[in-house]
């Protein structure tokens, strides 16, 4: 049996990128095999083991053979006679397609290592379509790689144009392709993901109320995302900002929805698209809509929440390239602190409760907000 490095490690290696995870891959050996030496399976029907020492995944090679719609679809083929090259050739893209074995010499069948240098994201072969996923991933790539200057190559975009209209991409599950989107939001450059789903038709499909957004000249939605990752603000900050142009509550719910996105996520994206306006204009806000504005966030109880809200619509507004220093950021959490400010125990040991208490205490937080706003 021979055991090489492939994937991700030997592309980040050549790129000089530090290396996380290794994927190994085992060609010429049995299940059996395997479990004699000590591996552990992944799963029952998996051709992927667990090294019973460093706890790295060791594949065995395999063909993958379609035989039906969607990732549930797919039968494998291991056995000791799949070649080094037919593993490599049903792999996503050239880059990811090269192996390198014990002694550190690099198999590279697919020319992954032109491909590094010429800063081209291409596919091996047509067996790229036999997961749709993979439209996904190559956008992530292309984020991830973009500041060292890496494109889609014209047939690989071809090809991913075709696979968005065919139907395929409905059929991906939401977890699998919020685990792309998650990833790719979080790279340096997410705007990127998005733009070359747009350009392949996927966004359509996958997005079709942000793909509309974009279809208008003054949309901001892509350097609102650009801005928040320059800021390096948190997954929920930047799916809000994905969503924030969005009008329409029930459209960000169906996105929300669509790929089950963390609690997180979708709590401060329907924020973000109800409030925005009442944050941009917080100097002029009366005391009861501050008031209003702090419950609704449940600042009280929950003084994250109205950070991250705040966060989201700042990087917006500079996208717009409006005052960076967005005094409304400032202004809000002071008018928040004056809120927590009343005191609820004085109220309490005057021996109101209920109705009564609550009425007394927003009418305090008024008198407050009153005089915060005379400053
Ligand atoms: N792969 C593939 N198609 C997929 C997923 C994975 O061809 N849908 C192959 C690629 O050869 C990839 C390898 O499996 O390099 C390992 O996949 P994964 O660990 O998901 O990605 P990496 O390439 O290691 O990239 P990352 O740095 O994003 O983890």
């Not at 963390?262 to 401060?268: A, D, H, V």
């Not at 021996?351 to 937080?365: F, H, N, P, S, W």
């Amino acid at each position: 049996m021979q055991i090489y490095k492939v994937g991700g490690a030997v592309r980040d290696r050549l790129l000089g990128r530090s290396v996380s995870d290794i994927d190994w891959l085992v060609v010429g050996a049995t299940v059996d095999q395997m479990q004699a030496l000590g591996y552990r399976p992944v799963g029952a029907d998996f051709p992927v083991f667990i090294h019973p020492r460093t706890g790295e995944e060791y594949a065995l090679a395999r063909t993958e053979r379609k035989s039906g719609r969607g990732y549930g679809g797919f039968t494998f083929h291991a056995s000791p006679d799949v070649t080094l090259e037919e593993d490599l050739i049903r792999r996503d893209l050239t880059i990811n397609a090269m192996a390198e074995d014990e002694l550190g010499n690099l198999y590279d069948p697919y020319h992954g290592k032109k491909d590094l240098e010429q800063r081209l994201l291409r596919h091996v072969s047509p067996a790229f379509a036999e997961d749709p996923l993979r439209v996904l991933r190559v956008a992530r790539f292309a984020a991830r790689y973009a500041p060292l200057g890496f494109r889609v190559a014209d047939e690989t975009r071809e090809l991913m144009r075709r696979i968005s209209a065919s139907g395929e991409l409905q059929a991906l599950t939401a977890e699998r392709s919020w685990k792309e989107i998650e990833r790719a939001l979080m790279e340096d450059q997410p705007q990127v993901f998005i733009q070359v789903l747009r350009d392949c038709g996927a966004l359509k499909v996958l997005m079709p109320e942000v793909d509309a957004l974009l279809d208008k000249q003054q949309s901001h939605t892509l350097q609102a995302l650009e801005q928040a990752a320059g800021e390096q603000l948190p997954l929920h900050v930047r799916w809000a900002c994905l969503l924030h142009e969005l009008t329409d509550l029930d459209q960000a719910k169906a996105l929300n929805q669509r790929f089950k996105a963390p609690r997180e996520s979708q709590e401060l994206a329907l924020l973000v698209v109800e409030c925005q306006t009442l944050c941009h204009g917080a100097l002029e806000l009366s005391a009861a809509e501050l008031i209003e504005l702090l419950q609704k966030f449940d600042v009280y109880r929950r003084p994250q929440r109205l950070e991250d809200f705040i966060a989201a619509c700042q990087a917006q507004a500079r996208s717009r390239g409006e005052n960076q220093a967005y005094p409304q950021a400032d202004y809000l959490r002071g008018a928040a602190a004056v809120a927590k400010a009343v005191d609820v125990k004085g109220l309490v040991e005057k021996g109101l409760t209920g109705q009564a208490l609550g009425e007394a205490l927003k009418e305090a937080r008024l008198t407050a907000l009153e005089a915060y706003r005379q400053r």
